[in-house]
């Protein structure tokens, strides 16, 4: 046998991909030591993601102290990658299942610290924020990270609280006004970019051109993430502004909804 390649993920819950390809590697070594072994670690959004993304492109992981799924203190981490631009945020490594160990209760779990590695993140100055979700001992639908942020969940008595999975029915009102501004630059679009657009858009079909009333019109459907295709509202909905083009002689421009 000349080649092997490890491709593993996680094992819930207890071992990383990396740790996997480490074991694999050394027992394979033992029955074939001459053969060239290749550690391809992969990762769901789980544990071990951080680690897969590190091993995939140049970066490094910071250590923080943030809170565990009981809001006891703990040190998590997450990567950076493209030169600092962007962060990788694995909510396992501060409310996932091996945290947890024997005390296991969506109810009372939170994900407060990766809201704080968030943050954390978001203070250093990326530009963009991965956040892996998988392998989460929680049920809180990311309450616990937006308090961490800032916001504010307040029951029906008007008492500020950090709502769990157990009392996500008591949130009558939330306040979003003290969110962090240091998210700003990652929420707070200013330019639509290629790139951003091309986050946003699953696939475009291009139909055939086609001649109606002696004018060349072709369709184009574009398809989202998410919500698909959706149709435009009809031009007499929609604001007239005064829109000039400068065009060569002989050609002509105009604005229509496909119908």
């Known amino acids: 046998m000349n080649k092997i390649v490890l491709i593993p993920d996680s094992f819930k819950?207890?071992?990383?991909?990396?740790?996997?390809?480490?074991?694999?590697?050394?027992?394979?070594?033992?029955?074939?030591?001459?053969?060239?072994?290749?550690?391809?670690?992969?990762?769901d959004g789980g544990e071990?993601?951080?680690?897969?993304?590190?091993?995939?492109?140049?970066?490094?992981?910071?250590?923080?102290?943030?809170?565990?799924?009981?809001?006891?203190?703990?040190?998590?981490?997450?990567?950076?990658?493209?030169?600092?631009?962007?962060?990788?945020v694995e909510m396992a490594a501060c409310a996932g299942l091996p945290l947890v160990e024997d005390r296991k209760d969506p109810m009372k779990a939170t994900t407060y610290g990766v809201g704080e590695l968030i943050l954390d993140a978001a203070q250093k100055g990326v530009k963009k924020i991965i956040v892996g979700l998988g392998g989460s001992a929680t049920n809180d639908g990311g309450c616990g990270a937006a308090c961490a942020a800032g916001v504010k969940f307040y029951n029906e008595s008007g008492e500020s609280f950090i709502p769990t999975g157990g009392t996500l029915t008591k949130i009558e009102r939330i306040d979003v006004s003290g969110r962090d501004k240091t998210l700003n630059h990652i929420t707070d679009l200013r330019q639509l970019t290629p790139e951003i657009v091309r986050e946003f858009i699953d696939?475009?079909?291009?139909?055939?051109?086609?001649?109606?009333?002696?004018?060349?019109?072709?369709?184009?459907?574009?398809?989202?993430?998410?919500?698909?295709?959706?149709?435009?509202?009809?031009?007499?909905?929609?604001?007239?502004?005064?829109?000039?083009?400068?065009?060569?002689?002989?050609?002509a421009i105009s604005y229509s909804h496909a119908s």
């Open 13 to 43: 819950g207890t071992m990383a991909s990396t740790e996997i390809c480490a074991i694999m590697r050394e027992q394979i070594r033992k029955y074939y030591p001459e053969a060239n072994v290749v550690s391809i670690p992969v990762a």
């Open 203 to 251: 696939h475009i079909v291009v139909h055939h051109a086609e001649k109606i009333q002696g004018e060349r019109v072709q369709k184009i459907e574009i398809y989202y993430n998410c919500i698909g295709a959706f149709e435009a509202p009809s031009m007499e909905d929609l604001p007239r502004p005064q829109i000039k083009l400068d065009t060569r002689k002989g050609v």
């Open 48 to 88: 071990g993601s951080v680690d897969c993304f590190l091993q995939a492109a140049p970066g490094k992981k910071e250590t923080v102290k943030v809170k565990n799924p009981f809001f006891e203190d703990m040190q998590g981490f997450y990567g950076l990658i493209d030169n600092g631009k962007t962060a990788v």
